[in-house]
């Protein structure tokens, strides 16, 4: 609510104010340097606000824009981590991994690989299972598929929102490709230099725009019918 963020003489966030409803997946879109990163940083305790309110309902679990996997340790190591260093019980830890294995169709054996080993929708699910370990309120997904090619990038799309559905969550998802937010998006917030532009579904942003930005954003990337 009203936060403010400035790097020396920029401003990268403008009272910006954004309300995330619960179990909904939330899009926060725009070019770079728009602020989108700048908002998830507050938002992981990475950065302070110079001023505003920020108010999360619960813990969060995070996916870097590359997933952030250690490459030294095994995917099933990854999973773990954390859970491991808070003192969980093997069986525990076992419980849980059987549970996301499940959930995010992933392949047992995969567990044992190392990261440079996997595939980049692998490496995305087990990014995804790391990050969904301690069962978090608030999902934070950082241009989960911007290195995928576009192939398993599809394919990715569908298992994630799959996921999505799957585990009623609160979702945040960064991206710069309106398509992308199209389809994930129960709303989106577009941002430019650090402001909200508008806030609503796509179809509100394609029908009603606020600015002749959001137009201009949308056209730029494709054409909906």
Do not use: C
């Not at 990268?12 to 700048?38: E, F, M, Q, W, Y």
């Not at 190392?114 to 490496?123: D, N, T």
């Not at 941002?191 to 606020?210: I, K, M, S, Y």
């Amino acid at each position: 609510e009203n936060v403010t963020k400035t790097f020396g003489t920029k401003k990268a966030l403008d009272h910006v104010t954004i309300n995330i409803p619960s179990a909904r997946t939330h899009v926060l879109l725009g070019s770079s340097g728009s602020g989108k990163s700048t908002i998830i940083r507050i938002l992981i305790g990475v950065l302070r606000a110079d001023s505003g309110i920020v108010k999360i309902n619960g813990n969060i679990g995070y996916v870097p824009q590359d997933g952030g996997l250690f490459p030294h340790l095994t995917a099933r190591d990854n999973v773990s981590l954390v859970a491991e260093t808070l003192g969980w019980k093997k069986q525990k830890i076992d419980a849980r991994i059987d549970e996301l294995l499940q959930l995010t169709s992933l392949d047992p054996a995969l567990l044992s690989r190392f990261p440079k080993q996997l595939s980049g929708g692998q490496r995305q699910r087990v990014s995804l299972m790391r990050a969904s370990f301690l069962d978090p309120a608030l999902l934070i997904l950082d241009e989960p598929l911007g290195a995928l090619d576009p192939i398993i990038r599809n394919d990715v799309q569908n298992e994630l929102k799959s996921i999505f559905n799957a585990l009623k969550k609160t979702v945040l998802m960064v991206t710069h490709d309106i398509d992308e937010a199209r389809f994930f998006g129960h709303a989106l917030t577009l941002l430019r230099d650090g402001h909200v532009v508008q806030t609503g579904t796509f179809e509100d942003l394609r029908d009603t725009p606020a600015d002749p930005f959001v137009t201009k954003f949308i056209q730029a990337q494709r054409t909906f019918e």
